[in-house]
């Protein structure tokens, strides 16, 4: 505990020690929006760079174990979280394109970075309840995983949205920004909103999450999302934290099935199911998030039980204006698997992020414990929690 006493003075020392300036600007001056090109009124396109410098220290990973299976190691690993290159913008009024390439992990410790075409898109708007999207972006589930990196309120994403991102393809989470055919829209100004999406989920020769099989084949994944919000508080553009701006209050829920999941040498066949609700809010420099995520994963082998994965998270920040400064907690609960015995995790993060120049530059900070449950694989003999401190920067220009 003495690691956390230090990063709890050092929150409170930085909150009064951080200069004092305008509430309508940060110390080095508005956000950067990136490089604009204005053709006409109606074709314009954007480009921008975002790099997340990042160091960890203490124990970081299970897979990090002392020689006797015991103990977890700690390490030190510097790395670049994520380098991102945007591209996007109107060709006319009503269609919109988006582009991404991504080099994430570029510097970590037993990771290889490779470029990925993160997204890549177009979006056609018939009118304000019914535009058509095709191409590779986010699924239309999990808030915290759908709000951009750039704006996160805590440095890691939770461990079951995480995990839920891996559900429909690819366990390396690629899956998730897989090519999808999407109708969405919104009535009443914004009220209410709505996502329908289909995608390939599962493709043949990926290994899934869970099961650990190979995939022969499978049918399509249907995934759908509502978002509703009062008068007044419709949210403008989705994010963790919105640095004192304006207000929110949204209740969303989600749910996406894959069926006819097969493998290769075996006769087993799966059908997949996911559910999730989520409630966010802000007002001022107050921010509260929660969401549930529930996921199944149902064999057809006679007598085998449905593995069913879930969890939840609640976090909460405070934007203190005037110094850029904002505490932020998050608490998490993840069970892997709801058929076994104590196979469950928390995870309890404290930090704060400084806003030198909004989320164009910033640095945060997270000190992050999770402990396993008896019946977690993670839990060694005589250990059952990892403890890590994370620093990360974002320059986002």
Same mark, same amino acid.
């Given at each position: 505990m003495k690691i956390l006493k230090i990063f709890l003075a050092a929150m409170l020392v930085a909150s009064f020690s951080a200069p004092v300036f305008a509430d309508t600007e940060f &110390?080095?001056?508005?956000?950067?929006?990136?490089?604009?090109?204005?053709?006409?009124?109606?074709?314009?396109?954007?480009? /921008?760079?975002?790099?997340?410098?990042?160091?960890?220290?203490?124990?970081? !990973?299970? @897979?990090?174990?002392?020689?006797?299976?015991? !103990?977890?190691?700690?390490?030190?690993?510097?790395?670049? /979280? /994520?380098v991102r290159f945007e591209m996007g913008g109107n060709l006319t009024k009503e269609f919109k394109f988006g582009a991404e390439l991504e080099a994430d992990k570029t510097g970590k410790q037993d990771t290889t970075a490779v470029v990925y075409g993160y997204h890549l898109f177009g979006d056609y708007k018939f009118s304000d309840t019914f535009s058509l999207f095709f191409g590779k972006k986010k699924l239309p589930y999990s808030r915290?995983?759908?709000?951009?990196? @750039?704006?996160?309120?805590?440095?890691?994403? &939770?461990?079951?949205?995480?995990?839920?991102?891996? *559900?429909?393809?690819?366990?390396?989470?690629? $899956?998730?920004? $897989?090519p999808q055919i999407m109708l969405h829209g919104k009535l009443a100004e914004g009220m209410f909103k709505y996502y329908a999406s289909v995608t390939d989920g599962w493709n043949p020769s990926q290994t899934t999450k869970w099961t650990s099989k190979t995939v022969e084949k499978s049918g399509l994944a249907y995934i759908g999302r509502v978002e509703i919000s009062p008068p007044g508080w419709v949210e403008e553009k989705?994010? #963790?934290?919105?640095?004192?701006?304006? /207000?929110?209050?949204?209740?969303? $829920?989600?749910?996406?099935?894959q069926g006819s999941i097969e493998y290769k040498s075996s006769p087993d066949k799966?059908?997949?199911?996911?559910?999730?609700?989520?409630?966010?809010?802000?007002?001022g420099g107050i921010t509260l998030q929660g969401e549930y995520e529930s996921m199944e994963i149902t064999p057809n082998t006679s007598g085998t039980k449905a593995t069913k994965p879930n969890g939840w998270y609640g976090q909460a920040g405070y934007y203190i204006s005037g110094v850029a400064f904002e505490p932020a907690f998050r608490y998490e609960?993840?069970?892997? #698997?709801?058929?076994?015995?104590? #196979? #469950?995790?928390?995870?309890?993060?404290?930090?704060?992020?400084?806003?030198?120049?909004?989320?164009?530059?910033?640095? @945060?900070?997270?000190?992050?414990?999770?402990? *396993? $449950?008896?019946?977690?694989?993670?839990?060694?003999?005589d250990d059952d929690n990892l403890s890590s401190f994370q620093i990360q920067s974002q320059i986002y220009f």
């Open positions: &110390p080095l001056g508005k956000e950067t929006k990136g490089l604009s090109v204005k053709i006409d009124d109606d074709t314009k396109f954007n480009i /921008r760079i975002r790099l997340q410098p990042r160091f960890d220290i203490g124990e970081t !990973s299970t @897979s990090l174990k002392a020689d006797d299976g015991k !103990s977890y190691n700690s390490i030190n690993d510097m790395y670049l /979280r /994520r915290v995983s759908l709000s951009s990196s @750039s704006k996160q309120l805590i440095i890691e994403r &939770p461990s079951v949205t995480e995990d839920a991102k891996k *559900f429909f393809g690819d366990s390396t989470g690629h $899956g998730y920004y $897989g989705q994010s #963790d934290a919105h640095l004192g701006e304006e /207000r929110h209050l949204t209740l969303a $829920g989600h749910y996406g099935a799966e059908d997949r199911t996911l559910t999730g609700f989520d409630l966010s809010f802000h007002l609960y993840y069970n892997k #698997d709801s058929n076994k015995t104590d #196979d #469950d995790q928390t995870t309890t993060t404290f930090g704060f992020n400084w806003y030198p120049k909004g989320h164009s530059f910033k640095v @945060s900070a997270n000190y992050v414990v999770t402990t *396993f $449950g008896k019946g977690n694989s993670s839990k060694l003999t």
